[in-house]
């Protein structure tokens, strides 16, 4: 019989012990991994014959046994604001119905990438098009920093070009702490200074409030931490981000303080979506400023993004504005996010990609007592 053809390695996503482990395999040195790593990371080259610094039969050895693998590109969208949006095919599905979105927004001071960490989100939270979708799958390590990989070339960040990318946030699809061993590696290809040699405080990941997890990721990982709170309260919290029904505030709110004083933070930001009539009161704004007053907290007001199917709307301009002023009274920083890319729905909220469901029951149908996937 004929021996099963063996799948290549792909080297995109392994974080550098890993990568140094996997030559140590092929009889090569440590400092061939550093070699790889600034090969696909700084250079951009996903060939092996590219890579002139090489052994010619260590290159050999790699285009027989290892490749660099990315995401494919189904659609490429541009907005009027400059923002772009890319729909994206995951290496070796089989047909175009998984697909994740990533977006990249200019400002004249920064260059953001939001990237997705799951194909669709379990938690479900009421006002995201993402959630209405369902969960499908994690994305790997390779998928998730594959994302950064594409937008730079698309962008024309190689060979020689600008950084365009100097800010990094998982804010796309997919809850990040609910698929926290791929999503740690990528953060660690992120930060690696032979990887995209970010700041820690370029590098942000937005969590819905898995409470174990935050407190993980105190251990392994300094980063720029974005709690989605939406709610001062858990009977409302509760309606909007089911997840609360496992982790309420309280407890979310004391994993957040840990993390800054394990990772010595600088703050903490709280997003907040303004919903008309649900969440926009000044008496929750109130409380909100009671829950955080003394912490080192920030607050991001988010005008809320139509999408389909929804029952919500935008909060008025002047009720946003009066939920900002009982904020800054209290003391609290607070800055309202201007929409980007709502013209090819990619502001915040709007993301949904293409996901074939498998979860068949979502986290907010449960009634709080489903696993988040792990």
């Given at each position: 019989?004929?021996?099963?053809?063996?799948?290549?390695?792909?080297?995109?996503?392994?974080?550098?012990?890993?990568?140094e482990?996997?030559?140590?395999?092929?009889?090569?040195?440590?400092?061939?991994?550093?070699?790889?790593?600034?090969?696909?990371?700084?250079?951009?080259a996903?060939?092996?014959a590219?890579?002139t610094?090489?052994?010619?039969?260590?290159?050999?050895?790699?285009?027989g046994?290892?490749?660099?693998?990315?995401?494919?590109?189904?659609?490429?969208?541009?907005?009027?604001?400059?923002?772009r949006?890319?729909?994206?095919?995951?290496?070796?599905?089989?047909?175009?119905?998984?697909?994740?979105?990533?977006?990249?927004?200019?400002e004249?001071?920064r260059?953001t990438?939001?990237?997705?960490?799951?194909?669709?989100?379990?938690?479900?939270?009421?006002?995201c098009?993402?959630?209405?979708?369902?969960?499908?799958?994690?994305?790997?390590?390779?998928?998730i920093?594959?994302?950064?990989?594409?937008?730079?070339?698309?962008?024309?960040?190689?060979?020689?070009?600008?950084?365009?990318?100097?800010?990094?946030?998982?804010?796309?699809?997919?809850?990040?702490?609910?698929?926290?061993?791929?999503v740690?590696?990528?953060?660690?290809?992120?930060?690696?200074?032979?990887?995209?040699?970010?700041?820690?405080?370029?590098?942000?990941?937005?969590?819905?409030?898995l409470?174990p997890?935050?407190?993980?990721?105190?251990?392994?990982?300094?980063?720029?931490?974005?709690?989605?709170?939406?709610?001062?309260?858990?009977?409302?919290r509760?309606?909007l981000?089911p997840?609360?029904?496992?982790?309420p505030?309280?407890?979310?709110l004391?994993?957040?303080?840990h993390?800054?004083?394990?990772?010595?933070?600088?703050?903490?930001?709280?997003?907040?979506?303004?919903?008309?009539?649900?969440?926009?009161?000044?008496?929750?704004?109130?409380?909100?400023?009671?829950?955080?007053?003394?912490?080192?907290?920030?607050?991001?007001?988010?005008?809320?993004?139509p999408?389909?199917g929804?029952?919500?709307?935008?909060?008025?301009?002047?009720?946003?504005?009066?939920?900002?002023?009982?904020?800054?009274r209290?003391?609290?920083?607070?800055?309202?996010?201007?929409?980007?890319?709502?013209?090819?729905?990619?502001?915040c909220?709007?993301?949904?990609?293409?996901?074939?469901?498998?979860?068949?029951?979502?986290?907010?149908e449960r009634a709080?007592?489903?696993a988040?996937?792990?």
């Amino acid at each position: 019989m004929d021996a099963a053809p063996v799948t290549p390695q792909n080297l995109l996503g392994l974080p550098r012990p890993e990568l140094e482990a996997y030559v140590a395999t092929l009889g090569a040195r440590p400092y061939r991994a550093r070699q790889l790593l600034q090969w696909i990371y700084r250079r951009g080259a996903h060939r092996f014959a590219d890579m002139t610094d090489l052994a010619k039969d260590f290159r050999a050895t790699l285009a027989g046994t290892a490749e660099v693998r990315v995401p494919e590109i189904l659609r490429a969208s541009a907005s009027a604001d400059g923002t772009r949006k890319w729909l994206l095919r995951m290496p070796g599905a089989a047909t175009a119905e998984q697909a994740i979105e990533t977006i990249w927004i200019p400002e004249p001071d920064r260059g953001t990438l939001c990237v997705s960490t799951q194909i669709g989100c379990a938690l479900d939270c009421a006002f995201c098009a993402t959630g209405r979708q369902g969960f499908n799958r994690n994305l790997t390590a390779a998928e998730i920093i594959g994302q950064v990989w594409l937008a730079n070339r698309e962008l024309g960040r190689w060979p020689d070009g600008p950084r365009l990318i100097t800010n990094v946030v998982l804010m796309g699809m997919g809850e990040p702490l609910a698929n926290y061993r791929n999503v740690l590696a990528a953060l660690r290809l992120l930060l690696d200074d032979l990887g995209y040699d970010l700041s820690r405080r370029r590098v942000t990941l937005s969590t819905s409030g898995l409470v174990p997890q935050i407190y993980r990721l105190a251990q392994d990982c300094n980063v720029a931490l974005a709690v989605s709170l939406h709610a001062p309260n858990d009977a409302l919290r509760d309606r909007l981000v089911p997840i609360n029904r496992l982790h309420p505030i309280a407890g979310l709110l004391a994993a957040c303080w840990h993390y800054l004083e394990r990772q010595n933070g600088r703050s903490i930001t709280f997003e907040y979506t303004l919903l008309d009539g649900v969440n926009d009161q000044p008496a929750l704004a109130r409380e909100l400023a009671a829950l955080l007053r003394g912490h080192l907290a920030k607050v991001n007001l988010i005008p809320f993004n139509p999408f389909p199917g929804t029952s919500f709307r935008r909060s008025p301009p002047a009720v946003v504005a009066r939920f900002r002023d009982e904020l800054v009274r209290a003391g609290l920083t607070t800055t309202v996010r201007r929409p980007r890319g709502d013209d090819i729905d990619a502001a915040c909220g709007q993301l949904r990609g293409r996901v074939l469901d498998r979860t068949q029951v979502r986290l907010g149908e449960r009634a709080g007592r489903a696993a988040v996937p792990a």
